[in-house]
C-alpha cells in the first residue's frame, strides 16, 4: 500500500491510497480458498470445487467484498501512518476505472478527504477562577416540603348538612349522560368522586357542581371540544343528570408521627432527616450545575484554536433543524420572526463554534489525561435508564446491545462529568452563598441559557457524534421567547 499526502489546507487534509492489484488478487484467492469448502455446486464434490471455477462464477462478487474491506482497513492505517486524527469520518472517492479494477487489471486507489483535529495547547487551568453557587437547607425549607407532603395526602370530611359544594371539595355523584335525550355509551356512573376544580371532566361541568349540596338533583349542560378524542362525542352538546350522593371539604392533615408512618418512619424527626437529606441533595446538584456553567464559560473565554469547518457546519446543521422545528410546531417559520433570519443564523452559528471548541477541548483533556468510562459506569446507566421504564426493562437493555451509538450516548455525559472533575480539582472554586430562589433560578430569564447535559462521545478516538448544548441559548427557548401569549387550552378528558 502507498499513502501519498495530495493536499494540506490549515485542517482539511487529502490523502491517496493505492493498493497493488496482486495484493487484491491474493486476497480475493484467500476469500474463494475458504469458500471452497462451504459451497455446493452440481457436480461437484463438497470441498472438491476448483478455485478457477470459483473465480469465474464468483470472482467479481468476492473481488466487491475484498475492495470493500481493503478500503476500511487500509484507510484506517493510512490515518496512523500519517499520525492524523480525522475530526470526523474521512470522505473516500474511488479513483479510475472501478470495472478494471473488479478484473483483476488495475490497482485500487482512492482518495480520502477530511479534517483534523487541531493541536490544542491547554490553559493553566490552576489559574481558572470559576464560581460556584451553594445554598443550605433551612428549616422553612424542610416545613414547605412537609406542607406539600401534606397536601398530597389529603384528607376530606363531610360537610354539615345543607353546605353547599365549593372550590376544592370532593363530591360523590350519580351521573347519566345524554345527547338528544338518548344516553350514550361511557356517559354514566355510580359513585364517582369528583374534586371541584381538578379539571379531571370535561370543561364546565365541574363549575356547574358549585353550590350544590347532598342529595340535590343537578343538570349539567355542556358541550364537548371539537377535538374531543370521542368522533361520535366531539362538537356536541350533551345534557348530565347528576345526582349529588355527598360533598366532602378538604380537612387540614395533622404533621406529626402518625403521618411520618404513612411515608415508612417511625417518627416525624426522621422524616424530617430524610427531607433534609434529599433536599441538600438537589441543592448539591443545583450547585454542581452552576459550577459548570461558569466552567465552561471560563474555559471557552481561555482557549482560542482553528475549528474543523465541516464540524461547526454539522452542529450549526442540527442546531437549526431544532430551532425550525420548535418553530413548525408553532405553526411558524424564521420569517414570521421579529429579528433578520441571517442574524439568527449568525447568532447560531457562534453557539455552534462554542459547543465544537468545548467538545474538542474536553476531549482532548480526558484523552491526554487518559480519562475513560468503566464498563461497571455504563452498567450503571444503563440499569438507571432502564428503571425509567417499568416492565420494559428487557427490552430497553436489548435496544442498547444492539446500538453502540446508543451506548456511546449513555458514555457521554459520564465522560464529561469525569472531565469536569479532573479540571475543577485543579481549577480556583469560589462559593457564592445565594438563596434556594437564586439557586434554581430559570437561567433563560438571563438570556444565556446552559445544560448540564452535553450528550458527547468524547471516548473513541475523536470521532464525535455532537448532541449537545455547552452553555448556550437553546434553539427550543429562542423560538418560544418570541411565540405570542396562548389562552389556556380546557381539560379535554372524559367523565369518569
Known amino acids: 500500500m502507498q499513502v501519498?499526502?495530495?493536499?494540506?489546507?490549515?485542517?482539511?487534509?487529502?490523502?491517496?491510497?493505492?493498493?497493488?492489484?496482486?495484493?487484491?488478487?491474493?486476497?480475493?484467492?484467500?476469500?474463494?480458498?475458504?469458500?471452497?469448502?462451504?459451497?455446493?455446486?452440481?457436480?461437484?464434490?463438497?470441498?472438491?470445487?476448483?478455485?478457477?471455477?470459483?473465480?469465474?462464477?464468483?470472482?467479481k462478487q468476492v473481488m466487491s467484498e475484498v475492495i470493500q474491506d481493503t478500503v476500511g482497513a487500509s484507510s484506517q492505517e493510512a490515518l496512523e501512518k500519517q499520525s492524523l486524527r480525522?475530526?470526523?469520518?474521512?470522505?473516500?472517492?474511488?479513483e479510475g476505472e472501478i470495472d478494471q479494477v473488479l478484473d483483476g487489471k488495475a490497482d485500487l486507489t482512492y482518495k480520502m478527504t477530511f479534517e483534523i483535529i487541531p493541536d490544542i495547547e491547554f490553559a493553566d487551568f490552576s489559574k481558572l477562577e470559576i464560581e460556584r453557587s451553594v445554598a443550605e437547607p433551612t428549616d422553612a425549607d424542610i416545613d414547605e416540603a412537609m406542607e406539600r407532603l401534606a397536601e398530597n395526602q389529603q384528607n376530606f370530611e363531610p360537610k354539615a348538612e345543607g353546605q353547599a359544594a365549593d372550590e376544592g371539595d370532593l363530591l360523590t355523584i350519580d351521573f347519566?349522560?345524554?345527547?338528544?335525550?338518548?344516553?350514550?355509551?361511557?356517559?354514566?356512573?355510580?359513585?364517582?368522586?369528583?374534586?371541584?376544580?381538578?379539571?379531571?371532566?370535561?370543561?364546565?361541568?365541574?363549575?356547574?357542581?358549585?353550590?350544590?349540596?347532598?342529595?340535590?338533583?343537578?343538570?349539567?349542560?355542556?358541550?364537548?371540544?371539537?377535538?374531543?378524542?370521542?368522533e361520535n362525542l366531539a362538537g356536541k352538546d350533551?345534557?348530565?343528570?347528576?345526582?349529588?350522593?355527598?360533598?366532602?371539604?378538604?380537612?387540614p392533615v395533622a404533621i406529626d408521627d402518625e403521618f411520618a408512618k404513612r411515608f415508612g418512619f417511625d417518627e416525624l424527626s426522621k422524616l424530617r432527616e430524610a427531607l433534609t437529606t434529599q433536599i441538600k441533595s438537589d441543592y448539591d446538584r443545583m450547585s454542581r450545575m452552576h459550577m459548570k456553567r461558569s466552567m465552561l464559560d471560563a474555559l471557552d473565554s481561555a482557549h482560542s484554536f482553528e475549528l474543523p469547518p465541516s464540524?461547526?457546519?454539522?452542529?450549526?446543521?442540527?442546531?437549526?433543524?431544532?430551532?425550525?422545528?420548535?418553530?413548525?410546531?408553532?405553526?411558524?417559520?424564521?420569517?414570521?420572526?421579529?429579528?433578520?433570519?441571517?442574524?439568527?443564523?449568525?447568532?447560531?452559528?457562534?453557539?455552534?463554534?462554542?459547543?465544537?471548541?468545548?467538545?474538542?477541548?474536553?476531549?482532548?483533556?480526558?484523552?491526554?489525561?487518559?480519562i475513560t468510562v468503566t464498563e461497571q459506569e455504563i452498567s450503571q446507566a444503563l440499569a438507571e435508564r432502564a428503571r425509567q421504564f417499568p416492565g420494559q426493562e428487557?427490552?430497553?437493555?436489548?435496544?442498547?446491545?444492539?446500538?453502540?451509538?446508543?451506548?456511546?450516548?449513555?458514555?457521554?455525559?459520564?465522560?464529561?462529568?469525569?472531565?469536569?472533575?479532573?479540571?475543577?480539582?485543579?481549577?480556583?472554586?469560589?462559593?457564592?452563598?445565594?438563596?434556594?430562589?437564586?439557586?434554581?433560578?430559570?437561567?433563560?430569564?438571563?438570556?444565556?441559557?446552559?445544560?448540564?447535559?452535553?450528550?458527547?462521545?468524547?471516548?473513541h478516538d475523536h470521532d464525535h457524534d455532537h448532541d449537545h448544548d455547552h452553555g448556550d441559548e437553546k434553539p427550543a427557548k429562542k423560538a418560544a421567547a418570541k411565540k405570542p401569549t396562548a389562552k389556556k387550552a380546557p381539560a379535554k378528558k372524559k367523565e369518569d
Request: contains cysteine.
Open 86 to 94: 480525522p475530526a470526523l469520518q474521512p470522505t473516500i472517492d474511488l
Open 311 to 370: 464540524m461547526v457546519e454539522q452542529e450549526f446543521n442540527q442546531i437549526w433543524s431544532q430551532f425550525e422545528q420548535e418553530l413548525k410546531s408553532q405553526s411558524k417559520t424564521a420569517a414570521d420572526l421579529d429579528e433578520p433570519e441571517e442574524d439568527i443564523k449568525a447568532e447560531y452559528r457562534k453557539i455552534a463554534e462554542r459547543r465544537v471548541r468545548l467538545g474538542l477541548l474536553l476531549a482532548e483533556v480526558g484523552e491526554k489525561n487518559k
Open 176 to 230: 347519566v349522560g345524554k345527547i338528544e335525550d338518548v344516553a350514550f355509551e361511557g356517559g354514566s356512573a355510580e359513585d364517582a368522586k369528583l374534586e371541584i376544580g381538578s379539571g379531571r371532566f370535561i370543561p364546565g361541568f365541574e363549575e356547574q357542581l358549585k353550590g350544590a349540596k347532598a342529595g340535590d338533583a343537578v343538570t349539567v349542560n355542556v358541550t364537548f371540544p371539537a377535538d374531543y378524542g370521542a
Open 238 to 251: 350533551a345534557v348530565f343528570d347528576v345526582t349529588v350522593k355527598s360533598v366532602e371539604a378538604p380537612a
Open 394 to 459: 428487557r427490552m430497553v437493555y436489548e435496544f442498547y446491545q444492539k446500538n453502540p451509538q446508543a451506548i456511546a450516548e449513555l458514555r457521554a455525559p459520564i465522560f464529561e462529568d469525569k472531565v469536569v472533575d479532573f479540571i475543577a480539582e485543579l481549577a480556583k472554586i469560589n462559593d457564592k452563598t445565594v438563596t434556594r430562589d437564586e439557586l434554581f433560578a430559570d437561567p433563560d430569564a438571563e438570556e444565556h441559557v446552559h445544560d448540564e447535559n452535553c450528550n458527547h462521545d468524547h471516548d
Open 4 to 59: 501519498t499526502v495530495t493536499s494540506t489546507d490549515g485542517l482539511k487534509r487529502e490523502l491517496q491510497v493505492a493498493v497493488p492489484a496482486k495484493d487484491l488478487e491474493a486476497r480475493v484467492s484467500a476469500k474463494l480458498d475458504e469458500l471452497k469448502n462451504t459451497i455446493r455446486l452440481k457436480g461437484f464434490r463438497p470441498g472438491k470445487v476448483p478455485v478457477a471455477h470459483l473465480k469465474k462464477t464468483y470472482g
